[in-house]
């Protein structure tokens, strides 16, 4: 086995798809399963459970996963110590993302990061919001853009970049362009299209147990594009995040009803570790990203 290899196995360790994966490693998905069959071989043992669609490490692909993380992180460490330029920082961070905060959060953050430090090469994890915490938590990301709680997270330091309302959006050539009511008439009466978890999922739920108000939910689904797609079928208005309507591609195609003052604002923004950890490569890599974090006037929107 080569570096190569393990930063493969790496990286489908960390999205455990075999699509996603070859596409940030340049190979094809059936390239990249020959690759994993010959490391199979290689230390007889079965590291991915293949057995149905989603790809899951076995144990030993766990225990595999930690020894092939380690020696890409000595071998960082010894290109550190050996590099002439000693002060260069360089390496690969990792950040999870929705797919609007790459389109609203990250573009600011990789445009000051890459004039600043050009050798830090970013890969990014998108999937549904409500999976950024967990993925710094298991330390997939060293760095998330999530929906801020009002508390924050415990051991994690948060920045914030700007505040968006919560909205119901509905298909402009849909049934539900004109709704009247307050919003508990609105939820009990009109179908909705709601995130499975997350923060706005959680507002939503303490906000109609507290009124007793029984919604009609047509569908609940992970991402606020996917809510989006299902709300432009005309099936349900979906709840959202303001920002998504006014950012990418759904910039028209929607009518905006108002959710209320009880679900709040979205404190849209970045979260990570509070303590600087890993190996020196990794240490540098987290102290950049803070850099860029801390000395950036973030824009703002209402």
Known sequence: MDFYELEAFVTLSRVLHFGR?????????????????RLETE???????????????????RIFAGFAKEMLDKRNDLSLQLSKDKDRVSGTLHV???????????????????????????????GDP??????????????AVDA??????TSME??????TPLVYAAAADGPYTKIKGSPQDIVSSVPLVLPKAGLARERFDKWTKSRNVHPIIAAETEGNEAILAIAQLGLGIGLVPRIVLENGPYKSGFVIHAAGNALGYYNVGFIR????????????IQEAASDILHTTQWSTAE
Do not use: H, W
């Open 21 to 37: 994966a070859a596409a940030k490693i340049n190979l094809s998905p059936s390239a990249l399963s020959r690759m994993i069959d």
């Open 130 to 143: 409500a999976g950024a915490l967990q993925a710094v938590r298991e330390g997939r990301a060293a760095l």
């Open 96 to 126: 999870y993302a929705s797919v609007t905060a790459c389109y609203t959060v990250l573009p600011q953050f990789i445009k000051l990061i890459a004039k600043k430090y050009p050798y830090i090469q970013l890969s990014v994890e998108t």
């Open 158 to 163: 948060t920045i914030s970049v700007f505040k």
């Open 273 to 284: 570790r509070t303590e600087i950890t890993g190996t020196q490569s990794e240490r540098r």
């Open 148 to 153: 801020i709680p009002d508390d924050g997270y």
């Open 43 to 61: 230390t007889g043992c079965i590291l991915l459970d293949r057995s149905n669609r989603q790809v899951n490490l076995t144990e030993d692909g």
